[in-house]
């Protein structure tokens, strides 16, 4: 079996070949690789690597860990923990303070935003009323900051998020009382 460097002086071989006898035309496109990293990402995948003699391609995705949330507001920790058998005192606390509330959820994976500007005031705050339209937060993804719309009309109740964390796509940011 050939060792790593030999496979690589190989494929630079048969790249000087084929440079030769075949057209310089990539076998890839733009819109291929897309579609490519699209699937790569829709099936979960970190690491994809495909190779032929006219093109090698290598998709990784950095795992990142899912935020630390600190803990919910002291009242919150505090309150009393209703009688559900062995469900788990913080999934009970939690599955309470959600009931009733629509999840307004990140589109993207990217970074979460409660303001326009380090210096301007948040979007939106506990206890603000909302309507379809407003804007409540920016999700900053490859350089784009990303408006994000409540979608719904209602009420702030919960902010699942702390500014400038990272976000996974479909993790609540915000619950809202209709």
Avoid at 15 to 42: I, Q, T, Y
Avoid at 92 to 102: K, N, Q, W, Y
Wanted: hydrophobic share 35%; glycine share 6%; net charge negative.
């Amino acid at each position: 079996m050939a060792s790593p460097k030999a496979k690589t002086e190989d494929m630079g071989d048969s790249r000087a070949e084929s440079k030769k006898g075949a057209s310089n035309a990539p076998s890839f496109n733009m819109d291929e690789l897309r579609e490519l990293a699209d699937l790569v990402d829709e099936r979960g995948f970190t690491d994809f690597e495909f190779e032929n003699e006219k093109i090698r391609v290598r998709l990784s995705k950095a795992s990142t860990a899912s935020p630390v949330m600190p803990p919910a507001a002291p009242a919150q920790a505090a309150a009393p923990q209703s009688s559900g058998g062995d469900v788990l005192p913080e999934s009970t606390e939690d599955s309470d303070a959600d009931d009733g509330l629509v999840k307004v959820t990140s589109p993207i994976v990217g970074t979460f935003y409660r303001s326009p500007a380090p210096d301007k005031p948040v979007y939106v705050k506990e206890g603000d009323t909302v309507s379809d339209d407003t804007v409540v937060c920016i999700v900053e993804a490859m350089k784009l900051m990303n408006e994000i719309q409540a979608e719904i009309s209602g009420e702030i109740v919960k902010i699942y998020v702390e500014n400038a964390q990272p976000v996974e796509y479909g993790q609540p940011l915000f619950g809202i009382r209709k």
